[in-house]
Structures are given as C-alpha cells and as structure tokens.
C-alpha cells in the first residue's frame, strides 16, 4: 500500500521530541513494505521536500519565515485567536489539503492517514480523498471548550472513513462531544520506543516522576503527600523530570514542606535517557489530570516499577491497573500518600510490574501497531468501514 501521513508535529532532526511517536509508526509501517509520504508544516522557512530515514517529508510553507511558528511550539491554539494568526492558519490547513492533493495523483497514494482532527483532518477533509483521523489529546480538549470546533469537528469525523483514539477516554469523549457513534471510534495507541527500556529497575530509588511541569500535572498534591509520609515516618527522596511554568511554584512548595533535602529537579531529559532518569525508582507516581494517553506511566511500567495514577487521568487508566502493578486513585495526597506505603510494603508488586510492561512492549511494538494500522487502512482502501 501507498499511505501519506498527514500531522503538524513530525521530527525535524534526530533527537527532536515533536511527532516521534508518529515518526514510528510511519517507520514501522516503512519496514512492513508499505509506501510512505509525510506532509507536515514548515518551521520558521525550513519547508521543502527531504528525506528522512528513507521516508519523503514534504515541509509545506504557509507564511513568511517569522510567521511560520505555529506548529512544533505548542502555540497553534493560542495563534489562532488572533486575525493573523488566523490567516497563517488558514493558510496552513489550505496548502496542507493541496499538497495532499498532489502526492495522491503523482505517488497513487491508496489511504491519508491524518493526526490530530485539527489541522491536520480539515486537511484532509477539504482534500476529499479517503482519510484515517487519529485523535491524540488536545484536539479532543478543544472540541470539549468550542461550540464552533465541534460543529467543524463532526464534519471532520464523520467524514473520515475510519477513527481512531489513543485511548478510551478520549474516544469516549470525543462521542459525546460530537455525537459520533461510539463504536465507529477505535482505540489504539501510539507506538512506544520500547528498545530504549532494555533494563529492569532494581529499585530503591524512591519516587520519580516524569512530565512537563504545568497545573494539569498536579505535582502540589504529590509533595504534599511526600510530607504526609515524612510525618508518618517514612521519608522518601523524590526525583521530578522534566520542565516548565510551574516549576518555581513547585519549588516554593519544596521550601514550605521542608522537602529540600528529599526533592531534585533534574530539568527536562532528552526522550533517550528518560530510562537512566527514573532508574531505579521504587514507585512512580503520575497525578497528573486528563491525559491523552500516559506515555509516562507506560514507560515507568516498561522498566519494572510500580505506577500511582490519578482515576481521572484519562487515558492512563488503560495502562495503570487497580491494584498488583499499580494504584489508580483520587486525587487527593492522603489517597497518594497511602497508595505509595500501599506499593513499597507489596512484595509482588515489582514483579506484576514487569510483567506489565512486558505485555505493554508487545502491545505497543512499532511493528505490531504499524500491523493493526495497515489492516485498517485496507479496510478503508477497499470501502469497508471498521467493523464492517
């Protein structure tokens, strides 16, 4: 098959964060003999045809070089609230939908396959050839706050000839906030890099946590819950892996519980040491709210240590289990602060851990998800809808 990939996060050089969860995929399905073609936006000029491994990427320009900022910074919804902005981001969606357009006549692509709904889908429903939409997070977030992307949004989707979701919250979500069948939504992460997680924790590393430092986060409540178990008795370092907005928040919290002896900030850690940079943890705890999928948690379970996760932290509850390898909980510190004692007193939990994270390392495999992607977009390409 002739697939093009349609997204406006796609690594720009190796090392870079921005999109290498689809960069597996597509690397994935590359190694299965499937034809790829990647569309996604320039990046401040840098536009143009390359390749990279051995894939063709076409960097579609929209703007002028100092405009092009929308994707890769976290910016496109914040940009598009203001008229220019709007206009690069009309631009973009346009442009994106015409580059499409073009590789489908001269590759004879057979399926797009695009991310996000927004911009990424628009793009794909404007082109009007048979498209895949994935939902990842923010683009469900969006259609949960806007009347008006909701009613752009079920076009989109119910479009699309197939959808799916990282997870089942975010297709449940994304059902009420369109009104989709929810059966039409199928449930299928990302893929992982699970050949960087080669080690098992040892453990006595205390508690880790890994992610962007921001209110959803909730980070207050694990270190209020860390000076819950220094008072019972029970103290615990806590290593915090990653940066932003809230870290000087966070860090005068550390200096009012008297945590400063206990609490590192180690800064944000390229994606290839995120295995050295939890270590040998004991548990890792993961408050965060509203998570498209949980990469973090995954990761923590691929090396053998035991997860504490929020029950309304979205997609981490499809990798989180109750009870053996983890915790789900409210989120409250005490409830946080019982379910880490609960992990460190539970002579099995370690190992129903690794035995976790090994059915994740086969579930998430780039070559097994790039498989179950390739039967859907079979099924698309011959006119079938899933489940038909």
Not at 276 to 293: H, N, S, T, Y
Request: some cysteine; charged content about 25%.
């Amino acid at each position: 098959m002739v697939v093009g990939i349609l997204t406006h996060a796609y690594p720009r050089h190796d090392g870079d964060v921005a999109g290498a969860f689809i960069e597996r995929l597509v690397l994935g399905l590359a190694a299965r003999g499937h034809g790829v073609y990647v569309v996604a936006p320039a990046d401040a000029g840098r536009g143009g045809k390359e390749v990279r491994h051995q894939v063709p990427v076409t960097r579609v320009r929209y703007a002028p070089a100092r405009s092009e900022t929308l994707a890769y910074r976290g910016m496109m919804v914040a940009a598009a609230r203001s008229p220019a902005g709007l206009a690069w981001f009309g631009s973009l969606v346009w442009r994106q939908a015409r580059a499409l357009r073009h590789l489908w006549a001269e590759e004879r692509l057979d399926v797009v396959h695009a991310h996000w709904w927004v911009p990424g889908g628009v793009s794909a429903w404007l082109a009007r050839r048979p498209y895949v939409v994935t939902l990842h997070g923010m683009d469900v977030v969006l259609l949960e706050r806007s009347a008006a992307a909701r009613l752009l949004a079920r076009r989109v989707l119910r479009g699309a000839a197939a959808v799916t979701a990282v997870s089942s919250d975010l297709a449940d979500r994304a059902a009420r906030a369109t009104g989709l069948d929810r059966e039409r939504i199928v449930v299928q992460p990302m893929p992982i890099a699970a050949a960087q997680f080669t080690r098992t924790s040892g453990g006595g590393g205390g508690v880790v946590t890994v992610g962007r430092l921001m209110p959803r986060k909730r980070l207050d409540l694990l270190l209020e819950a860390l000076a819950r178990l220094r008072a019972a008795g029970r103290t615990l370092p806590l290593k915090i892996v990653g940066d932003g907005p809230e870290r000087p928040y966070l860090e005068r919290r550390v200096a009012e519980l008297g945590l400063g002896r206990q609490v590192r900030f180690l800064g944000e850690v390229p994606p290839t040491r995120i295995p050295e940079a939890i270590g040998d943890a004991d548990v890792f705890a993961f408050p965060a709210l509203g998570e498209g999928f949980g990469l973090a948690a995954a990761e923590a379970l691929l090396l053998g240590v035991p997860v504490v996760a929020s029950r309304d932290g979205g997609g981490v509850r499809d990798i989180v289990p109750e009870s053996g390898a983890g915790r789900l909980v409210t989120p409250d510190p005490p409830e946080i602060a019982r379910a880490i004692e609960q992990l460190l007193c539970d002579p099995d939990a370690r190992r129903l851990a690794a035995a976790a994270g090994a059915a994740l390392r086969r579930r998430l495999d780039p070559a097994a998800v790039a498989e179950r992607f390739e039967a859907l977009y079979r099924r698309v390409a011959t006119g079938s809808r899933p489940g038909t």
